[in-house]
């Protein structure tokens, strides 16, 4: 009878014992989007300019190319 309680009690305690990383994981992949979003918005906010800028050279090229 004592093992049957004994192994009862030590599951019991084991379910308490066992890391969850279930939540953290959730958080860090949630940490990584933020900042990967953050690093896209910063990048285009530099390079938005410079990339219109290019697209209007193009733009401008073709219509004096077909004229």
């Known amino acids: ?3 049957v309680i004994q ?3 030590s599951n019991f305690v084991s379910k308490f014992r066992n ?6 994981t959730l958080v ?3 940490l990584l989007l933020a900042l990967i979003a953050i690093i896209v918005i910063v ?3 530099f390079l938005g300019p ?6 209007q ?4 090229n073709l ?5």
Request: charged fraction near 20%.
């Open 50 to 55: 410079i990339v219109s800028r290019i697209f």
């Open 43 to 45: 990048a285009l906010l």
């Open 19 to 24: 890391d969850d990383e279930e939540g953290q």
């Open 63 to 67: 219509n004096g190319a077909g004229s």
């Open 7 to 9: 192994l009862y009690i």
């Open 57 to 60: 050279n193009v733009g401008t």
């Open 1 to 3: 009878m004592l093992p």
């Open 28 to 30: 860090e992949y949630g």
